[in-house]
Structures are given as C-alpha cells and as structure tokens.
Nanobody, 129 residues
Framework: QVRLEESGGGSVETGGSLRLSCAAS?????????MGWFRQAPGKEREPVAI??????????YYDPSVTGRFTLDRNNAANTVYLQMNNLKPEDTAMYYC???????????????????WGQGIQVTVSS
C-alpha cells in the first residue's frame, strides 16, 4: 500500500513562506506518476492546489488560479517526493493541506479529488493577518 508522508506545515504571517514536502513509499509508488496537493478549509470542499505529472515534466503541472505565481510545485523523482514552495502567503491560504497520488498514463493530469486514491494524513498551514 502506498504511504504518503507529509512535512513542512506551520504558522506564518501574511507574506511569509512555507515549503511542504511529500514522500511516497511502498506499494505501487512507481506507478503513481500524478502527485500533488489538495487543501481543505473549514466548511469547504477539498480542492486541488497544485498537481504534477512527474514523468511528463513541468509542462504538465496544474495550479489553482488563486496560487498561480505564488506557489511552485517541484519534484525529485528518484526520491518519489514532491515539494510545494508557498510564497507570499495570504490568510485565505489557511487550510489543511493533503498530499495525493494517483496512477496516470501518458501526459494525463487528473485534478479531481475522486481521481486520487492515495492520501496523506494532512498538514496544517495557518496564515495570520
């Protein structure tokens, strides 16, 4: 079974930065080409933040419009790890962030929650004004 281990969350002030990491291990990790982050704020649905097809390259990366230009998703394929660099954080970025992974073929890049069947436990990001 695939295990996703998250790290790097915390609390910052508006304008601050955080870097999240997600390392995949076990099971069929080698098939889990699509990896990224979703977030869920209290009372809201879980939504995609940044997702990458790790073998298709950075051209196949999705960013939610609200984070474009502020967040960057990167990868270390040898370590089955993705990183989310979050800069210029805003209070509306406050949420529980979840790493997710899924099998995806070719250059597919699914962004729906239902397409992902491996999830981390979640890590809190809090941005104060």
């Amino acid at each position: 079974q695939v295990r996703l281990e998250e790290s790097g969350g915390g609390s910052v002030e508006t304008g601050g930065s955080l870097r999240l990491s997600c390392a995949a291990s076990g099971g069929d990790t080698w098939k889990r080409h699509c990896m990224g982050w979703f977030r869920q704020a209290p009372g809201k649905e879980r939504e995609p933040v940044a997702i990458m097809n790790r073998v298709a390259g950075t051209s196949r990366t999705y960013y939610d419009p609200s984070v474009t230009g502020r967040f960057t998703l990167d990868r270390n394929n040898a370590a089955n790890t993705v990183y989310l660099q979050m800069n210029n954080l805003k209070p509306e970025d406050t949420a529980m962030y979840y790493c997710a992974a899924a099998q995806c073929s070719g250059i597919r890049l699914p962004i729906s929650r239902g397409d992902y069947d491996a999830w981390g436990q979640g890590i809190q990001v809090t941005v104060s004004s």
